[in-house]
Every structure is written in C-alpha cells, then in structure tokens.
C-alpha cells in the first residue's frame, strides 16, 4: 500500500516524541529503512518538508520564506527578520521575476506581496 | 501620441503602492482539470481562486473542502498549472454578469462572449452579477401556474399543456426530435400575440459545435436570437464547464424572473451534465455510488431545477421555466437518472423511437406524457376544443390491434379506429413549423367536430393547410383575432367559425 508523504511525517513526529533525545540518531536510521522498504525514497524531500510543518506548527514556530528580486545585504535581511518572531524558521530565496520589491509567506498560508510584479499585473 | 501619453499618466496615477497581505496556496497535485491545494484554510465552498502559473493566470472553484486539503476545478487550461503554483482565493463566490446585453449572444458557462461578436459589457459599466448557485425561491414566494406557454406543437399544446413556470421534461432515445421540440418552442414564443415575449435561454451541454451552430443558424433565421441566449459548453470543453453551464444559464433566467419578466430556459441535456458532474466526483475521490454517479446525483439536479418557478405578483410576478431534456438508452426510463428528473420536474414529454419511424411525428407518446399542471395552464378555447382528445386517443389505442381487421368489426369501433386514425394524422407536424395556439384551436375544431370525417387520411394534412390559408385569408379579423385576444371560443365566434368551415369544405 502507497502511503502519502503526510502519513508518514505524522508517524515519524508521534514516535520522535515518544523517543528520548539520545534516542533520535537510531530512530532516523530506522525511518530511512522504512522509507526504503516501502519504496518512498524518491518522496523524501516532500517528508521533510511535511515534518518539519508539523514539528513547527506543535512548537509554535512559523515558516518565513522571504522572496527578494536580488540578493540583500545582511543589515537589510537582520531587519526583516527582527519584523518576526525571534524562534521562526527563515528561508531566503532571489527571485528576478519579482522585478523589484519583495515578497514573504507565512507558514505557506499568508502571503505579503510588496513586488513590483504584483503591481506591474494590476495594472493590466 | 497626446493620447497615448494620457493613457500612460492614467495608468501611472492609477498603480497602487501598497503591500498586498492576502491568503495563499499550494497546487500539490493537478491532473485532468482537477487541483488539490494546500492551504486557504478559510475557503468557501465555490469560491473563485486564482492559481499564478509562469503562463498567466488560471481561474478554479473549490469544490471539495477536505481536513488537510481543497479540491478545485480548473475553468481554463488545466495544463498551463503545475506543482508548487500558488493559488490565491478571491473571496467571491463562483458568479456570472447578467443583463439585458446578454440578449442575442451566445457565452460560455463564465459569461464570455464565444460568437466571435465583440465584447458584451461596455467599457466603464459594472453589471449585475448573479451567483451561479441560489437558494430556490420560498413557498411564499411562488404562485400558481396559470399563464400558458405555448410550444406552437399540436400534441403538447392539446394534451400536455406547459404553463410559465412549470417544469417539463423532454425524454426519449437519441435522435427522436427532443431539441426540434425545443427550439420550435422558441420559435412559437414570437407568434404569441397579447403576451411580452419570454426571453429564452438555450443551454447546450456536451452537444456537438457543429449542431450547436446549426441550432443557432436555425433561431437566427426565424428571427427568434432577437429574445434569446445561448449558453455554450461544446463536447471539446472541460468537464468543468458541462458541470456549470445550467447552473449559469440558470442565473441569467432568474435576472430576468426577479425583474418581473417571464424567461423559458432549455437544458439540452442534463444527461450528460450527470455524466460531467460523475467525472469531476470521481477525479476528487468523492465516493461513488449507483452507476459510479456520486450519493448527490440527485440533488444535482434538483437544486437546478426548482429555481424555476412563477414568482407571487409581491415578488415582480415573473416566472422561469424549464424543458430539460434527458436521452435515455433504448427507451429505458426506469433508468436512474431518469427516474430522478421525472420525480423532480411537473410532468414529461416522452418521445418514441417506435413512433418516429412510423412516420408520427412528433414522436410523443400521449399515453405516458404527462403535464401536471394540466388544463390550468391551458387557453379557455383550447379547453373547449381538445378537451376529449387525450380520451379519443387512448380509446383509439385500445383498438389499434384491430385495425387489420376493420372489414369485420360492428360500425362503432370501426368509426371509433378511423376517428382515431384522423387524429393520430391532424396531430403529425413538419419539424420547424410551429403553430400559434388560436390555428390550432381552429384545426382541432373542425377535426373533432367531424368535419373532416369524410376528407382520406393521406389527404388531411394537404385540407389542413388549405383551411388554415383559407380562415387566414377570409376570417381573420371575425374570427381569428377575437379568439387570439380573448383566449376564448365564445359562442358568436363558434357559430361564425362553424359557417366559415361550411364555405370552405364547399370549396373542396
């Protein structure tokens, strides 16, 4: 039976926290095993993502992914990461589609969207 | 140039600088023009969402809100979408822009023009726009059925008489006339004299373009596109679009009910609206009952169906009514998605293979048509005139069995067959030609009053029109006019009618 990426990111965050700290080395050797014999290798990078939305999502923590047309200097990124709760997981991106401007998701649910892409298609 | 740099200040003017903080999601999967989304935790159910792909955007609707997903169906080019494409949520609810433009046009299932004549709306005006989806009107709201709505054809007219309003199911094999029946409906609309005419909505579902076009050609040389809308989802168009063109088509009717006037509204077929409706289910893994057919089939149809109504005159007096059609399989109706709609709609019209190529056209079988509403939807004069017609004709039927046999039966079934036979002939009529109801009042005189006992059964479609020419020619205006206006045979005009029939078989 085929189980879906969220399945079986959901067993491995019930069992990771049943497991004792020292515990986790061998527990993700054992979850590659199972990814293995269930022929879900190939969907490993979807898994991780998953866990990591659940282990966020339960600790509170919210996944920022941060857009830019060009790559930023560092005194601009700390200021729009001090924007956001200090214990949120941050991702940077460039993007030139963007054309100018920025554009940041929450959690892959809300998106602020100050791109000039935006604005160039509202025009239309 | 001066105005190519006003326009370019306008749209300067006109760029908004402010940050856009709006709900997003994911496309996880998309195949055959169904998504699966994640994401958009405060979606309605039929919202309008815009999914981003690198070729522009794509409109979907959600359709299926599930614990850690939405299930959407594209309304364009499912293939310009792919995994990771961020979908936005609009906020509306699935709509269609209604107004009295639409009147002569022929638009897709989301209100684009698709007859390649210019755009609908002008520039700088925001129509009315209806939700695709409505609540049904109240039982408070609604009236009786009383107003006619004549179809121009004999049969329907005389035995199954169709009221504004009323919902009537047009059902039989494939190739047995239902869309003839339709769209002479359409046509007669125009010959109704004293009444505003009905604007009316053909809605073609799955149908072949090439017939579509024809069906158009057909209405625009009768001159009847002047009244009507055509709602357009051509076999080559996703699923999708089958699934809301009534829904669509619906909504531009009841523009027009809420604003008093009466509309007739046409889904040829909801049939294969079933079979659309059963595709999308299927591809969002609702589970399948019957036939494959999802548990609500029949609300499907039912919710559409019974927003036709006639409205109280507190709520503007206007009315919508509906001729769906459905194609059975080898005369099956005891099928499933027939038994649903015949439960559903106030009566049917059932269409016969047997009898089409017998040569009775139309095809009706009087014996299990049926209209609801029945003689309250019917012309005082045509009461008068075909009261006895449904009983003639099943006494007839009775004795078809015998028909070889006619040298050797007593003299009152003999006259009871051949009577039968002369109705059975008064009753066949030419594709294309509708008959205003006050002809028909006068055809259906003279046969049931024996005049035309003694005219041969192959001739009385030839003394039929000759007659008809012959009241139109002489007695228009003594004869014709009164009972059209007054919508009755008052016994001055019966008696000047029975004088006019003596003149004109003296001709014969």
Redesign the interface.
């Known amino acids: 039976m085929k189980y879906s990426p969220l399945n079986f990111a959901r067993a491995f965050t019930d069992v990771l926290r049943d497991t004792p700290k020292d515990g986790h080395p061998a527990l993700y050797k054992r979850f590659a095993m199972v990814l293995e014999n269930n022929n879900a290798l190939n969907d490993a990078p979807k898994i991780l993502e998953k866990i990591k939305k659940i282990i966020a999502r339960e600790d509170g923590i919210s996944i920022i992914k941060i857009e830019t047309a060009r790559e930023l200097k560092n005194p601009l990124i700390l200021k729009i990461k001090s924007l956001f709760d200090k214990a949120s997981d941050f991702s940077l991106k460039t993007n030139p589609e963007l054309i100018a401007g920025l554009k940041i998701t929450i959690d892959d649910e809300t998106s602020i969207d100050n791109s000039l892409q935006r604005k160039l298609k509202c025009l239309k | 140039m001066f105005e190519i740099i006003e326009k370019l200040k306008k749209?300067i003017a006109?760029?908004?600088?402010d940050?856009?903080?709006?709900?997003?999601?994911?496309v996880i999967e998309v195949a055959d023009g169904v998504l699966k989304i994640?994401?958009?935790?405060s979606a309605m159910s039929q919202e309008m969402l815009t999914v981003e792909t690198k070729n522009g955007d794509v409109s979907a609707v959600v359709l299926n809100l599930e614990e850690?997903s939405i299930g959407a169906i594209v309304l364009g080019d499912f293939k310009k979408i792919k995994t990771g494409d961020?979908v936005?949520s609009t906020g509306e609810v699935l709509g269609i822009k209604v107004g009295s433009e639409l009147i002569g046009r022929v638009v897709n299932p989301l209100g684009e023009p698709v007859d390649g004549k210019g755009e609908i709306w002008k520039s700088g005006t925001t129509p009315t726009s209806y939700p695709i989806e409505k609540k049904a009107p109240s039982v408070l709201e609604r009236e009786f059925v009383k107003v006619p709505l004549h179809t121009g054809i004999k049969a329907i007219d005389s035995m199954i008489p169709i009221g504004r309003g009323q919902r009537e199911l047009i059902i039989g094999d494939r190739q047995t006339g239902k869309t003839s029946i339709a769209i002479d409906t359409i046509v007669n609309q125009q010959k109704e004299k004293g009444q505003k005419i009905p604007i009316c909505i053909y809605v073609a579902v799955g149908q072949k373009e090439s017939n579509v076009a024809k069906t158009i050609s057909e209405l625009e040389s009768a001159g009847a596109m002047k009244y009507t809308v055509v709602v357009l989802a051509g076999a080559s168009t996703p699923a999708a679009l089958w699934y809301l063109a009534p829904y669509a088509g619906c909504a531009i009717g009841e523009y027009f009910m809420d604003k008093g006037e009466d509309a007739l509204i046409i889904y040829d077929d909801l049939s294969k609206h079933a079979t659309a409706y059963r595709q999308i289910s299927l591809l969002l893994r609702r589970p399948p009952g019957r036939e494959a057919y999802p548990g609500d089939i029949f609300y499907l149809h039912s919710r559409l169906l019974e927003r036709s109504a006639k409205l109280s005159k507190e709520k503007g007096g206007g009315s919508l009514t509906a001729l769906p059609i459905i194609e059975t399989q080898l005369s099956d109706v005891s099928a499933y998605i027939p038994t649903n709609v015949i439960s559903i709609t106030d009566g049917q019209i059932y269409l016969e293979a047997d009898l089409f190529y017998q040569g009775i056209r139309p095809a009706i079988n009087a014996g299990l048509s049926v209209s609801r509403v029945g003689s309250s939807a019917q012309t005082k004069a045509m009461k008068k005139v075909a009261g006895k017609l449904r009983l003639e004709l099943a006494q007839f039927r009775e004795l078809q069995a015998f028909v070889q046999f006619a040298s050797d039966l007593d003299e009152g079934t003999k006259n009871k067959i051949k009577r039968g036979q002369m109705i059975t002939e008064i009753l066949k009529q030419d594709d294309a030609s509708p008959l205003p109801f006050e002809s028909q009042v006068l055809v259906f005189y003279a046969a049931l009053n024996s005049y035309f006992d003694d005219v041969e059964i192959n001739n009385l479609k030839i003394v039929e029109e000759k007659y008809l020419d012959y009241m139109r020619g002489r007695h228009d205006k003594d004869v014709i006019e009164p009972i059209s206006q007054t919508k009755e045979l008052q016994p001055a005009i019966e008696e000047k009618l029975k004088a006019a029939i003596g003149n004109f078989k003296k001709t014969l």
């Not at chain 2, 940050?19 to 994911?26: D, K, N, P």
């Open positions: 749209e006109g760029i908004k600088n940050v856009e903080i709006s709900s997003v999601g994911r994640q994401g958009l935790r850690n961020e936005k």
